[in-house]
Each structure stands twice: as structure tokens, then as C-alpha cells.
């Protein structure tokens, strides 16, 4: 079983698994894992059904796929945009680390083919979202890197929220039927929030994961100081693919302009 907040630790490997597709009674459809690397390491991926998006999460890396090949360079998750390879089953991807890095790749099963697409942080929206409302408590960066827009052809979404420090997200409270998983990240390891999954709160640290099921409320909050850096990774339902979310009524008067 997938539990629905995790503190998930690196192995002798490097290895931290978040999620597994199948994982019994909370599935999120999905694997997602984040590989920890060190200066000159290579590590290769690749699969006969699932589609995979490989994220650069620190680090510098280079990625070869298809006789390509492009580099990603990250210091600060807050301050910069991602680096992102998503390619279709079947593609083998390597990344060679020239500084300590790490990556987070996420995959699943689907039945099409597609172009492989590398993206560059120009690549990716960069919104602003809740400013002016509420002394700018609910003000957020939400940056994403593909959905149903420009990726009808994947079964998956992946983007990135920073937080601001002292400030809400994934607020007003909603949901959707399809699954979600958080993976947050603080750059002072002593940083912590809180996460609200229906009517349960968890504490929020450097490295835990949410796995949110269809159809609960999810917002965020985290503490003063302390900006706050998620990944979201939806899995698309069959014949029901994320386009929007659905706001909990009760909270609609707050998104009036205060």
C-alpha cells in the first residue's frame, strides 16, 4: 500500500522511491523515484510499456537520448526553471552527472508512441497565481512543464509550485478524480509546512511525499521563512484526462480581491 504521506529515505543506491504503480490500495498509477548522483556518475532508464519524464532537480547533468544531446544546469530550485526529457516507451535515456545531481524520473503505462520533447525552463510556464488576495497569503509560482495542453499524447502532468514562504497553496481547497503525488523540497534542511489531504494534516519536510488520492482536498501552507518547492505529477484517468480542478464551494467567497 502507497501511504498517503511519507517521509522516503535514500538507499545504499542512491535510490528513493516515492511511488509505485500497483501499490495496493492508494495507487497512484505511477512510479516516481529521485536518484541521488555523484560527479562522473551515468545511469540509464528505459522501458517496453511506460512513458518517463526525466526531471534535473540539482545539479548539472548531461542527457542522451536518440543520438541527442542537451545539458541541464540547476542550483537553486526556488530561483531556477526545470530541465525535463519526457520520451515514450521504448526510448533509452542516459544522464551523466558532472557535479553531484540529483533527478527525479516518473513513469507509466501507455499504449502510444510519441516524440521525444526536452525542455528548457523557457520551455515552461511560469504563472503567478493568488496575488493581491488575501495580503498575497494564497500568492504562489506554479511553473508547468507538460499536461493535456501541450502533451494530449501522455498519460501524465508534471510541473512545479514554489511556495512562498509564509503563504498557501493548491488553495482555495479542490480536488479531482485523478491522482496526484507532491515531492517537496526546502533548501534549509530544517523547513517544514503542513499538508491537508481531505481531513487529515501531515507535517511537511525537506524530502517527504504526498499521495493524494482521487477526489480529496489537498491545500498547502508553509512556515515563515521558509520557502516551500513541490513537483506535481497527476496520472491521467483513462477517458478522463486532468484539465481542471474542482473548487470546494464552501471557499469560494475567499477568492474575491481583498
Known amino acids: 500500500m502507497s501511504e498517503i504521506f511519507s517521509y522516503p529515505e535514500f538507499d545504499p543506491k542512491g535510490v528513493k522511491t516515492l511511488t509505485k504503480a500497483g501499490d495496493g490500495e492508494n495507487d497512484m498509477l505511477m512510479d516516481i523515484a529521485v536518484y541521488q548522483m555523484k560527479a562522473g556518475e551515468e ?52 544522464v551523466k552527472a558532472k557535479e553531484d545531481s ?28 493568488g496575488e493581491g488576495l488575501w495580503e498575497n497569503k494564497m500568492k504562489r509560482t506554479v511553473r508547468t ?70 477526489g480529496r482536498t489537498h491545500p498547502q501552507v508553509t512556515a515563515p521563512g521558509f520557502p516551500m518547492y513541490y513537483c506535481w505529477m497527476i496520472r491521467h484517468l483513462p477517458g478522463n484526462p486532468w484539465t481542471t480542478r474542482t473548487d470546494d464551494p464552501r471557499y469560494n467567497w475567499i477568492k474575491e480581491v481583498k
Not at 166 to 187: I, K
Request: aromatic share 14%; glycine share 8%.
Open 102 to 129: 540529483q533527478v527525479l524520473v516518473q513513469s507509466t503505462k501507455n499504449d502510444r508512441t510519441f516524440d521525444s520533447v526536452f525542455y528548457r525552463p523557457e520551455d515552461c510556464t511560469n504563472d503567478i497565481f
Open 145 to 214: 512543464i507538460f499536461d493535456y495542453g501541450n502533451a494530449p499524447y501522455s498519460n501524465m502532468v508534471n510541473g512545479e509550485v514554489i511556495n512562498h514562504q509564509g503563504g498557501w497553496s493548491s488553495y482555495t481547497p479542490h480536488d479531482h478524480p485523478q491522482p496526484e503525488v507532491y515531492y517537496y523540497r526546502f533548501e534549509r534542511p530544517e523547513g517544514f509546512g503542513a499538508c491537508f489531504i481531505g481531513e487529515e494534516a501531515f507535517k511537511i519536510k525537506d524530502g517527504s511525499c504526498a499521495a493524494i488520492p482521487g
Open 43 to 94: 545511469l540509464s532508464f528505459s522501458s517496453r510499456s511506460d512513458e518517463m519524464a526525466v526531471l534535473l532537480l540539482t545539479g548539472e547533468i548531461r542527457f542522451s537520448w536518440e543520438e541527442r544531446e542537451e545539458w541541464g544546469k540547476r542550483s537553486s530550485l526556488m530561483e531556477e526553471g526545470p530541465y525535463c526529457l519526457h520520451v515514450s516507451k521504448g526510448v533509452s535515456v542516459n
